[in-house]
Nanobody
């Protein structure tokens, strides 16, 4: 069984920085991409950022471009989300996800709360 475990969330002031991380544990695990999603209270879960291991391509939601950076280590099935200059509207539960079948994210973490104070 594979588990994705997020850590590094918390409370941060607007304009500060935070770096949540996510690692896979359990049986040997190989994904073709990993990503971050978030869900704010009363809203649907939305895409934040992803990294495709083959070639290292990254993509971002428009709302975080230029402020957030996704990186990671495929061999360790670990991914990070560097959050610079966060805004109060970035407050949400952040979920890590991994895709082992094409672009389908079929493994999910339990989420980590990120709260940005103004």
């Amino acid at each position: 069984q594979v588990q994705l475990v997020e850590s590094g969330g918390g409370l941060v002031q607007a304009g500060g920085s935070l770096r949540p991380s996510c690692s896979a544990s359990g049986r040997p695990f190989s994904s073709n991409r990993m990503g971050w999603f978030r869900q704010a209270p009363g809203k649907e879960r939305e895409f934040v950022a992803a990294i495709v291991w083959s070639g290292g391509r990254t993509n971002y939601a428009d709302s975080v471009k230029g402020r957030f950076t996704i990186s990671g280590d495929n061999a360790k099935s670990t991914v990070y989300l560097q959050m610079n200059s966060p805004k109060p509207e970035d407050t949400a539960v952040y979920y890590c996800a991994a895709a082992t079948i094409l672009t389908l994210y079929n493994y999910w973490g339990q989420g980590t709360q990120v709260t940005v104070s103004s």
